[in-house]
């Protein structure tokens, strides 16, 4: 039997949730999250409309 390997977490992580109505600015929001983020390092930027094609949102 293959030895569990363990999960290393070496950069802090926050998971954002958000909830709105539609069209009140949440993709937008989020876009300019991880805008920000890029800038500093922390994530890896995603376009405004490349966020509603994730397959999460099929």
């Known amino acids: 039997m293959a030895e569990k390997k363990k999960f290393v977490r070496n950069k802090p992580h926050c998971n954002i949730g958000t909830i709105g109505h539609v069209d009140h600015g949440k993709t937008t929001l989020t876009a300019a999250i991880t ?5 500093t390092g922390g994530a890896e930027f995603i ?12």
Request: glycine fraction near 0%.
């Open 47 to 58: 376009a405004y409309d490349q966020i509603d094609k994730a397959p999460e949102e099929k």
């Open 35 to 39: 805008k920000v983020l890029a800038e």
